[in-house]
């Protein structure tokens, strides 16, 4: 991606994070009292991803499992897992849990689309090729974002979840975001999103 579009990219990214959590914030408001009403624990879920140029962050994501849950079980979810939460079921279904990535798009740790960031963990695994994806900033969805919607179901039906996650998923995804970045502009971007939002409805 060229420098104009990075510049046009996150002029777009700005504008629309912060008329987004303008708008969005009675439902902001919404989810935080049915979190509040439903478990224990803090509003949002932070974790550290590997971002633009390996630069890490903290993502933000309302939280949709029992406090601790990365410590009850694997950083991926797989199916029903038992550690999310009646709210969170639905937060998740309906992809409202990533709504507080606006702020990380505001703050400028995070676009509207471009790859999903990944726990460093995973970023370890990346071949050369597949490190193109860190060299442009993350996004709040994607290519990927769109074909494994019910990512978390397909996991649920594998034998060992995190080495098909790693060996197939995983490898399928990096292809997709490399494939963004050859293609990339704001107008590419606006169809994705709308195609993330009809997907999601």
């Given at each position: 991606?060229?420098?104009?579009?990075?510049?046009?990219?996150?002029?777009?990214?700005?504008?629309?994070?912060?008329?987004?959590?303008?708008?969005?914030?009675?439902?902001?408001?919404?989810i935080v009292l049915k979190i509040k009403s439903g478990s224990d624990g803090p509003v949002f879920?932070?974790?550290?991803?590997?971002?633009?140029?390996?630069?890490?962050f903290k993502i933000l994501k309302f939280r949709t499992m029992v406090v601790d849950a990365e410590?009850?079980?694997?950083?991926?979810?797989?199916?029903?897992?038992?550690?999310?939460?009646?709210?969170?079921?639905?937060?998740?279904?309906?992809?409202?849990?990533?709504?507080?990535?606006?702020?990380?798009?505001?703050?400028?740790?995070?676009?509207?689309?471009?790859?999903?960031?990944?726990?460093?963990?995973?970023?370890?695994?990346?071949?050369?090729?597949?490190?193109?994806?860190?060299?442009?900033?993350?996004?709040?969805?994607?290519?990927?974002?769109?074909?494994?919607?019910?990512?978390?179901?397909?996991?649920?039906?594998?034998?060992?979840?995190?080495?098909?996650?790693?060996?197939?998923?995983?490898?399928?995804?990096?292809?997709?975001?490399?494939?963004?970045?050859?293609?990339?502009?704001?107008?590419?971007?606006?169809?994705?999103?709308?195609?993330?939002?009809?997907?999601?409805?």
């Amino acid at each position: 991606m060229n420098k104009f579009n990075k510049i046009v990219k996150r002029i777009f990214d700005f504008i629309c994070s912060s008329l987004g959590l303008i708008v969005l914030s009675p439902v902001f408001l919404i989810i935080v009292l049915k979190i509040k009403s439903g478990s224990d624990g803090p509003v949002f879920f932070k974790q550290i991803r590997v971002g633009e140029y390996q630069k890490e962050f903290k993502i933000l994501k309302f939280r949709t499992m029992v406090v601790d849950a990365e410590k009850l079980g694997k950083q991926i979810t797989v199916g029903k897992d038992n550690r999310i939460t009646k709210v969170g079921s639905f937060l998740r279904k309906y992809k409202l849990d990533e709504l507080p990535q606006l702020i990380n798009v505001f703050k400028g740790d995070m676009s509207l689309v471009g790859p999903r960031p990944e726990v460093p963990r995973y970023v370890e695994l990346y071949n050369e090729e597949q490190k193109q994806v860190l060299e442009v900033k993350p996004g709040i969805t994607d290519l990927a974002s769109i074909r494994y919607k019910d990512e978390n179901d397909l996991l649920g039906t594998a034998e060992n979840p995190e080495e098909f996650y790693i060996n197939t998923i995983m490898p399928d995804k990096l292809a997709l975001n490399v494939e963004y970045i050859k293609k990339s502009n704001v107008f590419f971007d606006i169809y994705i999103i709308v195609k993330t939002i009809l997907k999601c409805i």
